[in-house]
């Protein structure tokens, strides 16, 4: 078996949940992930995202900031609160304030 094939291996047991309520943004990341080999969960809203995330327990968290019910800042600061995966910000928000607000939560 060769590096790329472990690699691959490797990937797929890694779970990344993505929550951004934009469908076509979703989709995008999706197969994006997904053809890099990575397990992808997929939420609408804050509240779903919480949600999943407890449930599944990814290993990298791709967030929008602009969500439904609950705002990826608040999802943010009660992953933080549990856990120290890996938080990227996915977000057409483009504030310095915005930005230091999501880092000052957790996000990487």
């Known amino acids: 078996m060769d590096d790329n094939s472990l690699e691959g291996m490797k990937r797929m047991t890694e779970t990344i949940l993505v929550i951004e309520d934009d469908r076509e943004i979703s989709k995008i990341l999706n197969e994006y992930l997904i053809r890099e080999g990575y397990k992808v969960v ?37 992953v933080r609160q549990q856990s120290e995966v ?10 310095d304030i915005d930005k230091i607000h999501s880092l000052g939560l957790g996000a990487d």
């Open 42 to 78: 997929m939420a609408h809203d804050g509240e779903d995202g919480l949600r999943r995330f407890a449930s599944i327990h990814p290993h990298l968290l791709l967030i929008d900031l602009m969500l439904p019910k609950v705002d990826g800042f608040e999802v943010c600061r009660q």
């Open 86 to 95: 890996p938080i990227i910000v996915v977000s057409a928000r483009q504030s």
